[in-house]
């Protein structure tokens, strides 16, 4: 499964940035990796932060199908999803990816709001 994600995300359009925190440090296998929990992409043994690059227009943000699945399997791979009950999103934003991982994965999802209302 990594070795496809690894694949689809080679046609992903998406920005690098170095992970300053992790300067100097050279890691054996390109990748996701997790590293103090948090999930990092490995390059040329170099740890970078992935930003992923959607179409905006108007305050209405285009999510591409392809786009919404390759994040769903990465969260997949990083995530032991058989201790998983449920994917929790938080409103807006992560509403989009939460909901094809929830379907993916086959869990249900609730959704939490950022204020009381």
Request: glycine residues 8%; proline residues 4%.
């Amino acid at each position: 499964m990594l070795e496809k994600l690894y694949g689809e995300l080679m046609n992903l359009r998406v920005i690098r940035k170095k992970a300053e925190l992790f300067r100097g440090k050279r890691f054996p296998v390109d990748g996701f990796v997790r590293i103090g929990g948090e999930p990092y992409w490995i390059q040329d043994g170099e740890a970078h932060y992935l930003y992923i690059l959607e179409e905006v227009s108007e305050r209405c943000f285009l999510h591409q199908p392809g786009t919404l699945k390759d994040c769903a399997l990465a969260a997949m791979a990083l995530v032991d999803m058989d201790k998983v009950d449920k994917i929790v999103a938080i409103e807006t934003m992560a509403l989009p990816i939460c909901s094809v991982l929830a379907v993916m994965a086959g869990k249900p999802m609730a959704i939490v709001g950022k204020r009381r209302y």
